[in-house]
């Protein structure tokens, strides 16, 4: 699908967003822009990345796999943080955690439920490795493709396992294009989430004069109050912004 370069605002859904469930908050962001004069676009690149990958694969994250594995953050940790030289040792730490903790703690009788057991984890474990080799390309191509909307403000959605996919698309279009304000919002920027990822934002934005947010709380206060001091000319070097809910 062509994008037209028009957009003021691009709002971004990243994996493992529900594919089922459209993002209520980019809905009413969008909504809130367009009241008040401004264009936005909006890419569901968790239907995207779905596509690309297989809807089977995707699954294995939105359902087959427990949710304290958190393996979804973990497919975009290479695209996320390439520059961790640590990477090797971390990756090889939590796949054998995973692989471990999804072998069948007591095989209840013969081998066959041992061997059942091992190639499911096994079969985990290269689904986490194609889904890993897939992320910093999709990352690529989406963050390419948000700014060919000609958005100047790209802000993405977080809650449950978006959180690492977000960071890695924002910080490809800051390499893309320093110029561009990104913006991270939803439920994963409560509390100390929150400053968290604000810190990490800003880490990897080095040249200054943009606006970066971890955004939480109220639509209207989190989205309109940055978006109208932008469009004013008023530049920051990092904010963060909360309203309360
Ligand atoms: C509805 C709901 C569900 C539904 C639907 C979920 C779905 N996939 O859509 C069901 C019942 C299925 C569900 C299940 C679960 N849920 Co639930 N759920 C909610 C609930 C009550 C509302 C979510 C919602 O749609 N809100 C409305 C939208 C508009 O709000 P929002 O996304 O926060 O966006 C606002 C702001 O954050 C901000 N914003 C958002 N994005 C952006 C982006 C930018 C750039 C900016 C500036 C601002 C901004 O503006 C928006 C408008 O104010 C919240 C609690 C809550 N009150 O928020 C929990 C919540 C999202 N759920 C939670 C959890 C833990 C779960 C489960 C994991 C529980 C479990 N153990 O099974 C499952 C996971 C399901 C899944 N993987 O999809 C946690 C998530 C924590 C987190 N950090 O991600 C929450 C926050 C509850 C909590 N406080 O613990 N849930």
Same mark, same amino acid.
């Given at each position: ?194 400053? #968290?990822? *604000? $810190? &990490?934002? /800003? @880490?990897?934005?080095? +040249? %200054? ?11 209207? #206060?989190? *989205? $309109? &109050?940055? /978006? @109208?001091?932008?469009? +004013? %000319? ?12």
């Amino acid at each position: 699908m062509k994008q037209s370069a028009d957009a003021d605002v691009c709002l971004v859904s990243m994996p493992y967003a529900s594919l089922s469930r459209p993002s209520m908050a980019l809905g009413l962001l969008k909504a809130i822009l367009e009241e008040g004069g401004m264009r936005a676009a909006v890419v569901h690149a968790n239907l995207l990345f779905a596509e690309a990958i297989g809807l089977r694969r995707y699954e294995v994250i939105t359902e087959g796999s427990p949710i304290v594995f958190l393996s979804g953050e973990w497919t975009f940790a290479g695209a996320a943080f390439a520059d961790d030289p640590r990477r090797e040792e971390k990756d090889a730490e939590y796949l054998r955690q995973v692989h471990e903790a999804s072998e069948p703690a007591q095989s209840r009788s013969e081998r066959t439920q041992r061997a059942r057991g091992r190639s499911a984890a096994d079969a985990l474990i290269s689904d986490l490795w194609a889904l890993r080799a897939a992320a910093t390309q999709f990352v690529d191509d989406v963050a390419r493709r948000v700014l060919a909307t000609g958005a100047r403000v790209v802000g993405c959605t977080s809650t449950f396992e978006q959180h690492v996919a977000s960071l890695a698309l924002l910080r490809r279009i800051h390499e893309l294009d320093p110029d561009v304000i990104t913006m991270l919002g939803g439920a994963n920027c409560e509390t100390v989430m929150g400053g #968290g990822s *604000f $810190r &990490v934002l /800003c @880490s990897a934005q080095r +040249t %200054g004069k943009k606006w970066m947010a971890a955004a939480r709380g109220r639509a209207r #206060g989190v *989205f $309109r &109050v940055p /978006c @109208s001091m932008i469009w +004013t %000319g008023c530049r920051h070097r990092g904010s963060m912004i909360t309203s309360k809910r």
